[in-house]
């Protein structure tokens, strides 16, 4: 599962608060500031993530995604 967060902001105000308390690796940057994290999320920690606005679980990376050059 991703989770694609629509800021890094975002992503930095979930990723210590897991409900699972479970670590989670470096996420992936897109050019627009997004930030996605693939991961097997435990049930506890898809259940916060859903309910948590501006984050949104995905299967693949959206199609618009963009890669920063520098990450090629």
């Known amino acids: 599962m991703i989770a694609v967060f629509q800021s890094a902001a975002l992503f930095d105000t979930i990723r210590p608060n ?16 997004r930030v996605a994290i693939c991961h097997p999320f435990a049930d506890e920690d898809l259940a916060q ?18 890669y920063p050059e520098s990450d090629l």
Do not use: K, N, R
């Open 18 to 33: 897991l409900v699972s308390g479970t670590m989670i690796g470096s996420p992936t940057v897109s050019i627009d500031g």
């Open 49 to 66: 993530l859903q309910a948590t606005a501006g984050v949104t679980l995905v299967d693949e990376l959206p199609a618009d995604w963009q």
